[in-house]
Structures are given as structure tokens and as C-alpha cells.
């Protein structure tokens, strides 16, 4: 028995279909040397080829989980501060609501300081007359009939 090998010319389409089954290392070994060859002489075969190995590797390294390790520390202590007893988790409105609240109760108290400092003070000025009004002479102020009949 003789073992027949079959010869194909390589040519760029024939490339193009055996480069995916080349870079994994599937084909037989008389394939693999005539793609080898082929590349070796085609440059456009060549660049394509060198084009889709890179992008396999950039592909493999975003499959590549890499673990963060503040992540595992913030879950692992979230976890030990719900087992802990006596810890809650706020819901989200009320982490929104409580600096809102104080934000207001701190205006209402302002607000009303300036109120109750006001009415305090207008209490006073009825029984005093300002320095101003007292130092004015009556004497010397002419009358307002008398200017106009000028």
C-alpha cells in the first residue's frame, strides 16, 4: 500500500480559510508547511495573518478576570457588618432624606432666630428716642408754610 499525499497549491483564499485552524495548531503537518510557506512569501497573507493573532491575544487577555482587591475587602466586610447584630442598612430615600432634614431644621433654626431677634428689638426702639431726633433744635427748623409763600 502506498500512502498517496495530496498536493494543493496554496493560494491566498486557501490561506485565509486555513489561518484560524494554523494559529490553534489543527492542521495536518504537509498543511501547516505549505501555509507557513505561503506566508513567508505573501506579504498581504502575512499582515492579515499577524493582524488576527494580535487580536486574538487582546481578546484572551480581556477574558482574563483579574481580581480587585478592595473589592473582596469592602464585601467581605459589608458581610461581617450584616452578621453583626444591631447593623442596618439604610434604604436610599433615607440616605437622601436625612441630610435633607438637617439641612432644613438648620434654616428653620436660622429663620426663626432672626425673627424672635427682631420682634426683641422692635420691643425697644418704641421707648427710645434716637441720639439723632434728640440733638435736632425745633427752634431753628422753619415751617413748610412759610417756604412756600416765598
Known amino acids: 500500500m502506498f500512502l498517496t499525499i495530496k498536493i ?50 487582546v481578546i484572551n487577555q480581556e477574558k482574563e478576570i483579574r481580581s480587585n482587591p478592595f473589592l473582596s475587602t469592602r464585601i467581605m466586610t459589608r458581610i461581617e457588618n450584616i452578621e453583626t447584630p444591631g447593623y442596618e442598612t439604610f434604604p436610599a430615600f433615607r440616605r437622601i ?17 432672626v425673627m424672635v431677634g427682631n420682634i426683641y428689638q422692635s420691643g425697644q426702639s418704641k421707648n427710645s428716642i434716637p441720639v439723632e431726633l434728640a440733638l ?6 422753619e415751617s413748610v408754610n412759610t417756604l412756600s409763600n416765598e
Open 8 to 57: 494543493i497549491k496554496m493560494n491566498c483564499q486557501l490561506c485565509q480559510k486555513e489561518s484560524d485552524a494554523y494559529r490553534e495548531g489543527k492542521l495536518p503537518p504537509d498543511m501547516r508547511i505549505q501555509v507557513e510557506a505561503h506566508l513567508k512569501e505573501c506579504e498581504k497573507c502575512a499582515e492579515s495573518y499577524r493582524l488576527q493573532a494580535l487580536a486574538e491575544r
Open 97 to 113: 432624606l436625612n441630610p435633607a432634614l438637617i439641612t432644613v431644621s438648620m434654616a428653620a433654626a436660622i429663620l426663626y432666630g
Open 136 to 141: 435736632i433744635d425745633d427752634a431753628t427748623i
